[in-house]
C-alpha cells in the first residue's frame, strides 16, 4: 500500500512510516521543510514537500495522488499559538480531507486528541482551542461522505517502549506510547479495519490487532 502521511516529521508519524516500510509498504512523508528529507527517507518514507497552511487543495490533491489512504498526523506543536491550532490541527486536517477527495482517495485516518469534544468554547486558552480545533476537524471529516474514515483519539503520550496492548472506547482515561499509536495506525491501514469508528485510545490489555477488529 502507498501511504500518504501528513505531518510526515512527527514522532507518530516517522514511527508509522518505519513500520510501513519495513512491511513492504510506501509510505509518503508529506512535510513542509525539505531540511527534515534525510530523516524520513531513513525511515524508508518518500519525502513531498507540501504545506498545508500554504497549499491549496489542488496543490494537495496533485502531492497526494496515487495513494491508497491519507493519515492526517500533523499538528501546530506545543509551542505554538492558538492561532496555529486552528489553521493547522483543523483546517489542515479539513484540507487534506478535501484533497483526498479530489485525488479519489477515499481512505481517511485522523489522529485526534482524548476528550476533543469537551473543549469551552467560551475560552481562549491555547489547550482549550487545541481540543476545539481537533474536535472541528474530527466533526468535517466524519461528515464527509466521500471517505472512509476513522477518527484515532489517543490518550496523553508517552515516549515509552510500546506495550502492543491497548484499551478503546468512547472515553478512556490514561496515557498511551507514540509506538503503540503508530501500531494502532498501522493496523487499522493495513487491516481495513475501523472505517467509519471514533474511539480513544490509552494502553491497555488487549492486543492491538484484536482492538483493532473489534472496533
Known sequence: MKIAIAGGHGQIARKLSSLLSTNGHEPWALIRNADHTADVESD?????????????????????????????AAGAGPNSGAERKLTLDRDGAILLADAAVQ?????????????????????????????????EADAAVRGNENLDWTVVRPGGLTDEPGT?????GADESGTISRDDVAAVLYSLLTT?????????????DAPIAEAVVGL
Not at 112 to 124: Q, V
Request: proline share 1%.
Open 192 to 204: 481495513g479495519g475501523g472505517v467509519g469508528a471514533q474511539f480513544e485510545v490509552v494502553n491497555g
Open 44 to 72: 524508508g518514507a518518500r519525502a513531498i514537500i507540501v504545506d498545508l497552511e500554504r497549499d491549496d487543495d489542488a496543490r494537495v490533491a496533485e502531492a497526494v495522488t496515487g495513494a491508497d489512504a491519507v493519515v492526517f
Open 164 to 168: 502492543g496492548a491497548v484499551r478503546v
Open 103 to 135: 485525488a479519489g482517495i477515499r481512505r481517511y485516518v485522523i489522529v485526534s486528541s482524548r476528550g476533543a469534544d469537551s473543549f469551552d468554547p467560551n475560552s481562549d486558552d491555547v489547550f482549550q482551542i487545541y481540543l476545539r480545533a481537533k474536535s
